[in-house]
């Protein structure tokens, strides 16, 4: 049973950081590019940050360069979100999410939600002072 397990979110005020975490289980990482996506109450699932299934490359949207840094761990198949300087429009429910990819693309990652195949339930994050 494929699953990924998002963790990490909570309260905290604005310029501080977050690390969020998933773990993924049931399916052989190695083949998957994975997005952090989130969804911000009344707006839509934005693709924040993706890595590549060969772990060369990320892409981060403008809105979060410089502050969100994702990052993978293949020895306990954990995929990471580091965030810094949160700001309060970083308030959403932040998504793990995989894309089946094939070997052309292993270096490659999309933040496009209709590339994605599967995602976990997500874990809050709240940015108030």
């Known amino acids: 049973q494929v699953q990924l397990v998002e963790s990490g979110g909570g309260l905290v005020q604005p310029g501080g950081s977050l690390r969020l975490s998933c773990a993924a289980s049931?399916?052989?990482?190695?083949?998957?590019?994975i997005g952090w996506f989130r969804q911000a109450p009344g707006k839509e699932r934005e693709g924040v940050a993706c890595?590549?299934?060969?772990?060369?490359?990320?892409s981060y949207a403008d809105s979060v360069k410089g502050r969100f840094t994702i990052s993978k761990n293949m020895a306990n198949y954990t995929i990471s979100l580091q965030i810094d300087s949160l700001r309060t429009e970083d308030t959403a429910v932040y998504y793990c999410e995989a894309d089946r990819v094939t070997p052309d693309t292993w270096s490659l990652c999309s933040r496009k939600q209709a590339d994605y195949d599967f995602w976990g339930q997500g874990t809050e994050g709240t940015v108030s002072s």
């Open positions: 890595i590549s299934s060969l772990d060369t490359s990320a």
């Open positions: 049931g399916f052989t990482l190695d083949y998957y590019a």
